[in-house]
C-alpha cells in the first residue's frame, strides 16, 4: 500500500525527494520565526503572484477603517526636514521624503516616510505663472487660482478652491509610506496611506461610497482628527493608498495593476518600453509582468479603424465594466477622470482574460460642477458642461474663463483620453452605456440612497479644531441641496426616461 501511494508522485518528485523535504523543513523553521507576521509569498515562474513579502504588519489598536470608532492621526518630524522638503519642491518640483513618526489611534509608528502628493493641488506652493507645475511657460493661473487648485473649499459642494501654505503644514496633502524606511513593514496591511486636502471633503467620501455602493472597485478611507507637530487639530480624510496587497486583492482574477501619470500620454508612441516608464507606474507583479499590456493596447487603439474599434473593443477591454466607469463620472460630475487633466485613474489586466478595466482614483473634485450635465454632456474643468465638450462658463464651481477640456491646464497638461472618447462616440456602444447609466442613475441617486449615504457620513465626521459644528452642518446641508439637484436634474432626461 506504501509503495502504491508513494509512486503517485510525479518522477521529478521521487527524484528529488530529499530537496523537497529540506524546503519543507525550511518553511516550518520560518512559521515558528515569523510567528503571526502576514507573508506574502513570491512563487518565481508564477506570474499570478505578485506581492512583496510584508514581514511586519503592526496591528494597530482598532480598524482603521471602523466607522463605529473616532480615528485620530497626528504626525512628528523635524521642522529642518519639512523646511527640506518644502524647498525641493518649490525650487524643483521634487517630492522629497523625508524620516517622521506617525501616531495611529494611540498606535505609534517610528521612522516612516511622508512626502507632498497632489499636482494641480500644490501649485500655490510655488507661486505664480509659469513656475508652478504643469503651467507653460510665462502663464498665470486662471483668476482665484492663485491659492492653489484641486478640491471644492471645506470640501463639501464645491465652489472655491483649498488653499494650501508652507506655514500650515497640517493643511497639505501627504502619502505616508510605512514601509519607506523600515523594509517590508505595513500598517494593518497597508504600506501606504494618502492624507487628502480640504476639510471635511464630503464630496469625496460621497463620490468614493457611491462608487462601492454601485459594486465598483474603489479606495477605503476613514474621517481623522488631525494634527501635525501638535499643531490645532483638523479633520481630515485619509485613504488607502493603492499598493501590491491593494492590487492583489482588487479583483477575484488574477491581474495587474497600473498607475496613469498626471503626465501620461494615452497614445501609442512605439513599442520601447522606457517610454512609457514615466508615464505608467506598474503597482505589481513586479519581475514576472511589465507595461506591454498597455503598449500592445495603445498600438491598436491607435491604429484601428471605427469598424475594428466596434468590432474588436470586447476582446480587449471589459466592456460592461467600462460603461459603469464612464457612466458613474458622469453621474458624480467629476471633472478629473481618466480624460482630466489630472489624468486620474489606474489600468487593471485581467491575466486570465486579457482584458482592460479602469479603477476611477481621485474623486476629490466629483459632485462639485454642474448638477443638470446629461449623460452625454462631457464635464469640463469645474464641473461644468455642455453638449460637445465645452465648460459651461460661470456655472456652479466653474472655472474662470471658461476652459475647455483638453486645453493646458494646471498639473496635468492636457485633458482627454482617446479609449473614452471613441467609446461614447461609438453607436456601437450607446445602448450598453445607456442602460449602464440608467441602471446606476437608479440605484444611486432616483432611490435617495446618494443622500442616505451623506447622512451616514456625516454621523462619522469629526469635530476639530478647524471644523466646528455649525460649518459642518452648512457643508451636509449644501451637499445634500446638490445630490438633491442631480436627482432632479436627470429625472426627465431623454436617457432616463427611456427606461
Do not use: C
Amino acid at each position: 500500500m506504501r509503495r502504491r501511494l508513494v509512486h503517485r508522485l510525479p518522477t521529478p518528485l521521487r527524484q528529488h525527494w530529499k530537496i523537497l523535504a529540506a524546503f519543507l523543513a525550511f518553511v516550518a523553521v520560518a512559521v515558528g520565526v515569523f510567528g503571526q507576521a502576514r507573508v506574502r509569498p513570491y512563487i518565481t515562474g508564477d506570474a499570478t503572484v505578485i506581492a512583496s513579502d510584508i514581514t511586519e504588519n503592526v496591528a494597530g489598536s482598532v480598524d482603521f477603517f471602523d466607522t463605529g470608532t473616532s480615528h485620530d492621526v497626528s504626525i512628528e518630524y523635524s521642522q529642518s526636514d519639512y523646511d527640506d522638503m518644502i524647498a525641493a519642491y518649490r525650487d524643483e518640483g521634487e517630492k522629497k521624503w523625508i524620516t517622521a513618526d506617525i501616531t495611529i489611534d494611540g498606535t505609534l509608528v517610528t521612522d516612516v516616510g511622508v512626502r507632498l502628493k497632489g499636482n494641480s493641488t500644490l501649485m500655490g506652493l510655488r507661486g505664480t505663472g509659469g513656475g508652478q507645475p504643469g503651467m507653460p511657460e510665462g502663464r498665470e493661473p486662471p483668476a482665484g487660482m492663485d491659492g492653489g487648485m484641486g478640491t471644492p473649499a471645506g470640501g463639501g459642494a464645491g465652489g472655491g478652491m483649498v488653499t494650501l501654505s508652507a506655514d500650515d503644514p497640517a493643511s497639505l496633502p501627504l502619502l505616508i509610506s510605512f514601509d519607506k524606511y523600515v523594509s517590508g513593514r505595513a500598517y494593518q496591511g497597508m504600506t501606504q496611506l494618502s492624507v487628502r486636502p480640504g476639510s471635511p471633503v464630503l464630496n469625496e467620501a460621497v463620490a468614493l461610497s457611491l462608487t462601492a455602493e454601485s459594486g465598483q472597485p474603489t479606495q477605503r478611507y476613514a474621517y481623522t482628527t488631525y494634527s501635525v507637530n501638535g499643531s490645532p487639530t483638523q479633520t481630515r480624510l485619509v485613504l488607502e493608498h493603492p499598493d501590491e496587497g491593494y492590487a492583489n486583492s482588487l479583483f477575484d482574477s488574477d491581474g495587474v495593476l497600473y498607475k496613469a501619470d498626471a503626465n501620461s500620454s494615452f497614445t501609442y508612441q512605439g513599442d520601447d518600453q522606457t517610454t512609457y516608464a514615466d508615464q505608467f507606474t506598474q503597482i505589481n507583479a513586479e519581475g514576472s509582468q511589465d507595461l506591454q499590456p498597455i503598449i500592445t493596447f495603445l498600438k491598436w487603439l491607435d491604429g484601428a479603424s471605427d469598424e475594428q474599434f466596434d468590432a474588436e473593443l470586447a476582446d480587449r477591454v471589459d466592456v460592461a465594466s467600462f460603461a459603469r466607469y464612464v457612466a458613474t463620472q458622469n453621474l458624480l460630475v467629476n471633472s478629473d477622470d481618466m480624460a482630466g487633466p489630472g489624468k486620474n485613474y489606474y489600468l487593471w489586466y485581467d491575466l486570465g482574460t486579457k482584458r482592460i478595466s479602469v479603477v476611477s482614483w481621485d474623486l476629490n473634485l466629483a459632485l462639485s460642477g454642474n448638477s443638470d450635465a446629461g449623460p452625454h454632456d462631457s464635464i469640463g474643468m469645474g464641473g461644468g458642461a455642455r453638449p460637445g465638450g465645452g465648460v459651461q462658463e460661470g456655472g456652479p464651481g466653474g472655472m474662470p474663463g471658461g476652459e475647455m477640456p483638453g486645453g493646458d491646464m494646471p498639473g496635468g497638461g492636457r485633458g482627454g483620453n482617446a479609449l473614452k472618447e471613441r467609446f461614447l462616440a461609438s453607436e456601437a456602444f450607446t445602448s450598453v452605456y445607456e442602460d449602464a447609466y440608467r441602471d446606476l442613475y437608479a440605484q444611486l441617486f432616483g432611490s435617495g440612497r446618494a443622500t442616505q449615504i451623506l447622512d451616514e457620513i456625516a454621523q462619522t465626521v469629526p469635530i476639530s479644531d478647524g471644523l466646528s459644528e455649525e460649518k459642518l452642518a452648512s457643508e451636509v446641508g449644501s451637499l445634500r441641496a446638490r445630490l438633491q439637484a442631480r436627482a432632479d436634474g436627470l429625472a426627465a432626461n431623454d436617457v432616463i426616461a427611456a427606461g
